[in-house]
């Protein structure tokens, strides 16, 4: 009776479409689909273990390169705080370089040895001592300057260059050091000297440019500075008493600054100006040496010669001030400045006061000299001032110095350059801007805006 019920309920079930599973395969399917979400679950927390754990190493990363960079901007903001300093310790090494050079070149003509430090006004003083004491024995050169001749090869093929002492050629001393040889036209007898000075010397005129030939010896012996030619002594000829004949000095191997601004000699720059980042530099090499000379060394000394010619250039690109023979030692302590000099120089470079006589000269005139200078650079075009004075009725005015160099300024290329030549060319020397301005100035307003 019961397996009939149980075939009737099984007939039943199929026939309404339905089929009834066994309780035992039912729980056996919620067991897997339990384990099933368990191992989905399980997979959910893993992934967010490993996102968290990314996440945090990110996190750590992102701190790491955060601190790194904060040290780098330390870093450079302590570079910047030091940048000034390690310049001028760059240019004390420069100057402690040049000095031992000078000391190794003055041994190996065997003359002894003579360390050259960096001179204190005490010694500096006395080297004016000897500077006066030489002018009253007007042959006298210091022995330690000596440099014999036969240590001395001409090369006679080469012209660096003619000043009004004479004629700068390429040299070789002890066969090994090339050297700059300036050849002495007072000194000499030949017929081109002879042209060069507009005919012989007498006696009493010998020896009035002997002794300006041995004052700029005397200055050039005194000064040490990474941006002033280097002074290394002078040629003697043993057979005649030691007689003077070329002064010797640092060779600049890549000419002056006038060949740099007009190449093959041309009257006016042709083509695009000078770059104002090269200008600067240069700029800034004469103004250290300024500086040096007029603030830092005692006595002073103004350079009062000022122009492109002067201004030389060694194989690095390095500006050099040269050729001290119209330098002034100012032995006035009252103000820095003298009345003893007068027309030194040359006239389209001259400060107005370097024109009058008992007029006070002091370092203001080299700056008006390097703001013509500085006009030439950016213009392209050399100076060419109007007549300092002007009728007025039957009177005379004096013009203004910018109103003389009107159509220099007016040539300008470069709106930097304009401003400085306002502070330097200037008629009051009390109002022109002195080299420390200037270097700033350059430095800060000039140099950097354009690295």
């Excluded at 100057?95 to 960096?118: F, K, Y």
């Excluded at 004016?128 to 000596?146: F, H, K, N, R, V």
């Excluded at 060319?425 to 270097?439: E, F, G, L, S, T």
């Amino acid at each position: 009776m019961l397996l009939i019920r149980a075939s009737i309920h099984s007939r039943a079930c199929v026939r309404d479409g339905t089929a009834t599973v066994p309780a035992p395969r039912a729980d056996e399917r919620a067991r897997t689909a339990e384990t099933a979400l368990a191992e989905l679950q399980e997979r959910y927390r893993a992934l967010e273990r490993t996102k968290a754990s990314e996440l945090e190493a990110a996190n750590r990363r992102a701190d790491t390169l955060l601190e790194q960079a904060r040290r780098t901007r330390d870093e450079a903001e302590q570079r910047a705080t030091l940048a000034e300093r390690r310049v001028v310790a760059a240019e004390q090494r420069a100057i402690s370089a040049e000095q031992r050079l000078a000391d190794i070149l003055q041994r190996q003509q065997g003359q002894g040895t003579q360390t050259l430090s960096h001179l204190t006004r005490e010694s500096e003083l006395a080297t004016y001592g000897l500077l006066c004491a030489t002018l009253g024995s007007p042959t006298e050169i210091d022995q330690q300057w000596m440099i014999p001749l036969d240590r001395l090869a001409i090369d006679e093929s080469s012209s660096l260059g003619a000043g009004a002492l004479g004629e700068v050629k390429r040299a070789m001393w002890n066969g090994s050091i090339p050297v700059a040889a300036k050849r002495l036209f007072f000194m000499a007898t030949d017929p081109i000297a002879m042209q060069a000075m507009g005919g012989p010397l007498d006696t009493t005129q010998r020896q009035a440019v002997l002794r300006d030939f041995i004052k700029e010896c005397s200055i050039n012996a005194s000064i040490r500075h990474p941006n002033i030619v280097m002074f290394l002594g002078v040629g003697i000829d043993r057979s005649a008493n030691d007689e003077p004949r070329y002064l010797v000095l640092e060779l600049m191997k890549r000419g002056s600054l006038h060949d740099e601004l007009y190449p093959e000699d041309e009257m006016a720059r042709e083509g695009p100006p000078m770059p104002i980042d090269r200008m600067a530099s240069i700029l800034l090499d004469i103004t250290r040496a300024l500086v040096y000379l007029h603030h830092y060394r005692r006595p002073p000394v103004l350079h009062l010669d000022l122009k492109p010619k002067n201004v030389l250039i060694d194989r690095s690109g390095v500006a050099k001030i040269g050729d001290l023979g119209g330098a002034h030692v100012i032995r006035s302590t009252a103000g820095g400045a003298t009345r003893g000099i007068v027309g030194i120089g040359t006239p389209v470079y001259w400060a107005p006061e370097m024109e009058i006589e008992g007029e006070e000269k002091g370092p203001p005139a080299d700056m008006f000299s390097l703001g013509v200078l500085a006009c030439e650079m950016s213009s392209g075009r050399p100076p060419n001032p109007t007549n300092r004075m002007e009728p007025v009725g039957e009177l005379f005015r004096v013009v203004p110095e910018q109103r003389r160099r009107a159509a220099e300024i007016a040539a300008i290329r470069h709106a930097e350059i304009r401003e400085l030549i306002n502070y330097l060319i200037v008629d009051q020397p009390k109002r022109r801007w002195n080299a420390m301005q200037v270097h700033k100035y350059l430095a800060e307003r000039v140099l950097q805006h354009h690295l």
